[in-house]
């Protein structure tokens, strides 16, 4: 076929301008990328360069109340890996692991953080001793994506000394990474997992920086960037607490290593707390960077359960050091005088119906007694009568309204509810009562108790009744002030203050001088009295299974003419109160005469 030349010339004209065309669309298109979009594409072939490494902030440090180091930071290493895919980084591993030990555990702990750090080096050791930095440094050319970096790392100098307050630090979960409350965390970060390392995790943490660093297109490290100046970590805030550290190892070395227990004090004007200890504790220190298999089966074997804070989880039945909130009840709702007996003297029980309820000292006798000689001598059968005046859900109602069965809102993850009988005080009498005895029949079962039985068993601080060191330390510092109870806690300043209960200067003064004659001659801590201070208190024994086993409890406040320390001691199967009440007394009288003379820093 012959095409005609005009023809011919027409499709070359059309070709010339499709050429032009497309070259001024190339050259438009080269222009956008080269000047306009000059700066966009830089970036990216940067990131396709340069992998960022994360650099952690220091956490904010944690000072007591004298601007002590509670918890610091100190040099540590971090040892992290640029794997571009799961199989390769197992392939890693195992060269790691002909230079370094690396369980198996551990090993599948990487490949899921692996799956976790997008666009991230992977962790490895985050907290590597030297000696694995100095094996795999000798080794580098084996470990192409290799980065070590130095890294703060947490330390508390007091160790088991502060686990109950300060908690610890360790590397944050996969169910937390899902968890919502943890939002913008990544795979590898330490995260404060206890106390107030978990309590105030959003102050403590800081922010994280960045550097950078050059690698080839198989992940392969060639040069270190360094670290861009606005991209430096910026360390989190300080912490200053309440808590004398002084006081605080002076009650640690009192439990030494063979008492089981907790113990709370705090200022009763502020609820400001100078100690919190629970015993036996464990070594904070030991969980920076993973705690080993080995000392954590040895934590969640140990009968005495370290791990479990006692202070503020711990229920145990108040025993006799109930028997207060019984008296202000009593008093509030004016079902006996001050000075008042009871219809029968104590001759070592008290009989209802055909069971004979014993006094713990049903060995000897305590007679008639008033309600400061009751309380001095902890007769249970003066309260049993006191009890059936009030009823039970009288008894049930004030403990309500005295907050026996709600959380202190101390500033500490994880505290435990009081167990105490329900009870909305804004209801009518008919339906409080109905709702008290539907809890009785659920707990007890329906015919398997009594209205006066138990009356009598609240009314000395056993039956339905199981409350927290913490608790226990609030009623009395209202005790120790005006009937108002000050929310514990143990940073900053709080204003939170509920009335409890109101009773005239004449009862207050009454109670306290009642609780005072517990420790001096004929009370049941009377070994317990301070040379020149009136130390006010009350001893307990609460009941378990096992008779033998009882556990020990004191709470009291000094001087009870100007109270400035409140202590709440348990001592797990300590059996009786005035053991409880020796260790409280050297609480008290470390801090009287020597704490309070290091004059408070604010912070």
């Not at 594409?41 to 396709?48: I, P, T």
């Not at 403990?399 to 500490?412: P, S, V």
Request: charged share 20%.
């Amino acid at each position: 076929m012959t095409w005609h030349p005009n023809k011919v010339a027409q499709r070359g004209r059309y070709a010339s301008v499709a050429l032009i065309v497309l070259f001024a669309a190339l050259v438009g298109r080269f222009f956008s990328m080269q000047v306009l979009q000059h700066a966009q594409y830089v970036l990216q072939s940067d990131k396709n360069r340069l992998n960022e490494v994360p650099i952690p902030a220091p956490r904010g440090m944690i000072y007591d109340r004298n601007r002590e180091i509670i918890a610091e930071n100190v040099p540590g290493y971090t040892v992290s890996i640029l794997a571009p895919r799961a199989d390769s980084l197992r392939a890693v591993l195992a060269r790691v692991g002909r230079f370094v030990l690396i369980t198996p555990q551990e090993s599948a702990a990487v490949v899921r953080r692996h799956r976790d750090a997008i666009n991230r080096p992977t962790v490895l050791f985050s907290d590597a001793p030297f000696s694995v930095v100095s094996s795999l440094e000798e080794h580098r050319v084996d470990f192409p994506g290799l980065i070590i970096q130095s890294t703060p790392k947490r330390h508390y100098p007091d160790s088991t000394i502060v686990g109950s307050v300060v908690g610890y630090t360790s590397e944050i979960s996969e169910s937390e990474l899902a968890d919502t409350a943890y939002r913008g965390y990544k795979s590898g970060q330490q995260i404060g997992k206890e106390g107030l390392e978990a309590q105030y995790e959003s102050v403590l943490r800081g922010a994280e920086g960045s550097r950078f660093v050059e690698v080839d297109a198989t992940q392969r490290v060639v040069r270190d960037a360094g670290v861009r100046a606005e991209l430096a970590p910026v360390p989190g805030p300080e912490l200053v607490t309440n808590i004398d550290i002084r006081l605080q190892r002076f009650v640690a070395n009192l439990f030494a290593d063979s008492l089981i227990g907790g113990v709370v004090a705090l200022e009763p004007s502020t609820g400001k707390v100078l100690a919190l200890y629970s015993a036996p504790s464990y070594d904070p220190n030991r969980f920076i960077g993973g705690v080993s298999h080995e000392y954590y089966d040895k934590l969640m074997k140990d009968p005495r359960a370290p791990m479990y804070n006692k202070a503020i989880r711990g229920q145990y039945a108040p025993g006799s050091t109930w028997k207060l909130a019984t008296a202000v009840i009593a008093l509030e709702q004016g079902v006996v005088k001050l000075d008042e007996t009871m219809p029968q003297r104590c001759d070592g029980g008290y009989q209802l119906g055909n069971r004979r309820f014993r006094c713990w000292e049903h060995t000897g006798v305590h007679g008639f007694q008033t309600l400061r000689g009751a309380i001095a001598a902890s007769c249970d059968v003066y309260f049993y009568q006191l009890g059936l005046r009030l009823t039970l859900s009288n008894l049930v109602a004030g403990g309500r309204k005295l907050l026996f069965g709600d959380r202190t809102g101390i500033d500490l993850p994880a505290e435990n509810r009081p167990i105490f009988p329900p009870m909305n005080l804004a209801d009518a009498p008919a339906k409080r009562d109905s709702v008290m005895r539907a809890y009785y029949n659920r707990t007890f079962g329906r015919g398997n108790w009594s209205a006066s039985a138990e009356a009598l068993n609240v009314a000395i601080g056993q039956g339905a009744n199981s409350q927290t060191v913490v608790s226990l330390a609030r009623f009395y510092s209202a005790l120790a002030t005006d009937g108002e109870a000050s929310r514990p806690h143990i940073v900053g300043d709080s204003a939170e203050r509920t009335r409890v209960f109101t009773l005239t200067d004449e009862q207050l003064t009454y109670l306290r001088k009642a609780m005072v004659s517990v420790t001096q001659g004929g009370g049941t801590a009377a070994a317990s009295a301070i040379q020149g201070v009136e130390f006010a208190g009350k001893t307990g024994t609460a009941q378990t299974v096992d008779p033998t086993h009882d556990h020990g409890w004191f709470v009291g406040f000094a001087p009870a003419s100007d109270p400035k320390i409140v202590v709440a001691v348990l001592l797990e199967f300590g059996q009786h109160g005035p053991r409880a009440a020796r260790i409280a007394k050297s609480i008290v009288e470390f801090y009287l005469k020597q704490a309070v003379t290091a004059p408070q820093v604010d912070g």
